[in-house]
């Protein structure tokens, strides 16, 4: 069974910076890494998951919510079954359980759908202080 575990979560200030890495784990590979699209979705507290930043199976094509936009990268490492999010200029309201997720139905565009995205990490919280 595929896995999709996350890390690099924690505590930090605001206008701090954070590294979240997910790393595809599993003993049978159906497909190679590169040919899933990858999504970091977040969740807050009483809110609903939300769309964070996706890139496709090759890392040429990105998307990131417009409230990220300029302070999130997405990107991939395929040698490695790595996907990762640089998280700079930190807010407090950036403060949610960040999940990772594949998108086994594309890989040379992106979704920001969650629906699209079928397999999916456990999460890593990110706490931001003001």
């Known amino acids: 069974q595929e896995q999709l575990v996350e890390s690099g979560g924690g505590l930090v200030e605001a206008g701090g910076s954070l590294r979240l890495s997910c790393a595809r784990s599993?003993?049978?590979?159906?497909?190679?890494?590169?040919?899933?699209?990858m999504g970091w979705f977040r969740q807050a507290p009483g809110k609903e998951r939300e769309f964070v930043a996706a890139?496709?199976?090759?890392?040429?094509?990105?998307d990131y919510t417009n409230s990220v936009k300029g302070r999130f990268t997405i990107s991939r490492d395929n040698a490695k079954n790595t996907v990762s999010l640089q998280m700079n200029s930190l807010k407090p309201e950036d403060t949610a359980v960040y999940y990772c997720?594949?998108?086994?139905?594309?890989?040379?565009?992106?979704?920001?759908?969650?629906?699209?995205?079928?397999?999916w990490g456990q999460g890593t919280q990110v706490t931001v202080s003001s």
């Open positions: 997720a594949a998108d086994s139905g594309r890989y040379l565009s992106v979704s920001g759908d969650e629906h699209d995205y079928s397999v």
């Open positions: 599993g003993r049978t590979f159906r497909r190679t890494f590169s040919s899933y699209a």
């Open positions: 890139i496709s199976g090759r890392g040429t094509t990105t």
